[in-house]
């Protein structure tokens, strides 16, 4: 049985900073994507803030590029998030995802809240 376990978070001043750790308990294997999605307070839907594939490349939603950095370390099947120059609209509950395609496995982490005030 795998668990994403999600680190960090909490409550910041615009413009101020917070790191996301989700780190993998039990065993994974093939990791085709790590990332990170939000939700809003108010919306039904997940977005994408970053990923992170297979072969090291990432992507980030326009509106966290350039602030967000995401990277991972393999051996210990964690990922990270450093949230740099947060706004108030980053406010969100923040879910780490480790996804197989081989193995057609998709784990989600419980959830991490963050607040920007402003």
């Known amino acids: 049985q795998v668990r994403l376990v999600e680190s960090g978070g909490g409550l910041v001043q615009a413009g101020g900073s917070l790191s996301l750790s989700c780190a993998a308990l039990g065993s994974i294997s093939s990791i085709t994507t790590m990332g990170w999605y939000r939700q809003p307070p108010g919306k039904q839907q997940r977005e994408l803030v970053a990923?992170?594939?297979?072969?090291?490349?990432?992507t980030y939603a326009d509106s966290v590029r350039g602030r967000f950095t995401i990277s991972r370390d393999i051996g210990k099947n964690t990922v990270y998030l450093q949230m740099n120059s947060l706004k108030p609209e980053d406010t969100a509950v923040y879910y780490c995802?480790?996804?197989?395609?081989?193995?057609?496995?998709?784990?989600w982490g419980q959830g991490t809240q963050v607040t920007v005030s402003s």
């Open positions: 990923v992170i594939i297979e072969n090291g490349s990432t």
């Open positions: 995802n480790i996804r197989s395609l081989r193995s057609g496995t998709n784990y």
